[in-house]
């Protein structure tokens, strides 16, 4: 649904520290989950290094390493566990593959949180 792809995106951004002027985070709080992560901290001063006049900062591609860190905080933060290593792997190929096809990170993040929201540890209530 639109409200639910504009919370993901909402997310998305948050996660990826605002660097993207495209989209500005909506200050209400998305259920009890409370602030997002940002995105790692190494992650976010490569990104901000790479900023160049007339390039959105998310364009910048991430490598291995920062995608597992990155996909870790948010699993974490969302379904409040460690990710698999199958969840990881398919993270990262995802993240990689969209990347060669040159998408902007703020896509390609709002993509990984919605698998996150759909998945059926996020929907299983006890």
């Given at each position: 649904?639109?409200?639910?792809?504009?919370?993901?995106?909402?997310?998305?951004?948050?996660?990826?520290?605002?660097?993207s002027a495209e989209s500005?985070?909506?200050?209400?709080?998305?259920?009890?989950?409370?602030?997002?992560?940002?995105?790692?901290?190494?992650?976010?001063?490569?990104?901000?290094?790479?900023?160049?006049?007339?390039?959105?900062?998310?364009?910048?591609?991430?490598?291995?390493?920062?995608?597992?860190?990155?996909?870790?905080?948010?699993?974490?933060?969302?379904?409040?566990?460690?990710?698999?290593?199958a969840e990881v792997t398919?993270?990262?190929?995802?993240?990689?593959?969209?990347?060669?096809?040159?998408?902007?990170?703020?896509?390609?993040?709002?993509?990984?949180?919605?698998?996150?929201f759909s998945s059926a540890?996020?929907?299983?209530?006890?």
């Open positions: 649904s639109p409200m639910v792809e504009e919370i993901c995106r909402d997310m998305a951004s948050e996660l990826l520290g605002d660097l500005e985070p909506k200050s209400r709080p998305i259920a009890s989950r409370g602030r997002y992560p940002r995105l790692s901290a190494r992650a976010s001063r490569w990104l901000q290094a790479r900023r160049q006049p007339g390039r959105q900062p998310t364009d910048t591609k991430l490598s291995r390493s920062d995608i597992q860190e990155t996909f870790e905080q948010l699993t974490q933060r969302v379904l409040s566990r460690e990710p698999l290593p398919a993270t990262v190929r995802y993240v990689q593959g969209q990347q060669r096809q040159d998408e902007k990170q703020l896509d390609i993040w709002t993509g990984v949180v919605r698998s996150l540890d996020f929907r299983f209530l006890r």
